[in-house]
């Protein structure tokens, strides 16, 4: 399952980041998820009550925070949000030389714990 792997790096990252921080139990973490990594929230919370259990994170509540997908443009710098609907040029110049800037990644951004 897709979303699995992506549930185990984030509760990893979550272990560590509460060792490094030394929580004894965590009850929140907020991670943002991309929306071009194809991760469906649903499952995401569905794998992460699974892959939690045994751990300091038990019983902690996954806030997820969708990132739109964006890309810079190569040929004249605009950023934009890449849609099917352009065949993913830029708006701007109709380039099809961009860079994906946002949107791929998957980040820990904060751990709530005591
Ligand atoms: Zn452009």
């Given at each position: 399952?897709?979303?699995?792997?992506?549930?185990?790096?984030?509760v990893?990252?979550?272990?560590?980041?509460?060792?490094?921080?030394?929580?004894?139990?965590?009850?929140?973490?907020?991670?943002?998820?991309?929306?071009?990594t194809?991760?469906?929230p649903?499952?995401?919370?569905?794998?992460?009550?699974?892959?939690?259990?045994?751990?300091?994170?038990?019983?902690?509540?996954?806030?997820?925070?969708?990132?739109?997908?964006?890309?810079?443009?190569g040929?004249?710098?605009?950023?934009?949000?890449?849609?099917?609907?352009?065949?993913?040029?830029?708006?701007?110049?109709?380039?099809?030389?961009?860079?994906?800037?946002?949107?791929?990644?998957?980040?820990?951004?904060?751990?709530?714990?005591?």
């Amino acid at each position: 399952m897709h979303e699995m792997s992506y549930v185990i790096r984030l509760v990893n990252k979550a272990l560590q980041a509460a060792e490094t921080e030394g929580l004894g139990s965590v009850f929140e973490i907020h991670a943002d998820i991309g929306k071009m990594t194809g991760v469906l929230p649903y499952y995401m919370q569905k794998y992460y009550k699974k892959a939690i259990e045994g751990t300091i994170l038990e019983n902690s509540r996954l806030i997820i925070n969708e990132v739109a997908v964006k890309a810079r443009c190569g040929s004249c710098s605009f950023e934009y949000e890449p849609d099917a609907a352009h065949d993913y040029l830029c708006p701007a110049c109709g380039s099809g030389n961009c860079r994906i800037i946002a949107g791929r990644e998957m980040t820990l951004t904060q751990i709530k714990g005591t």
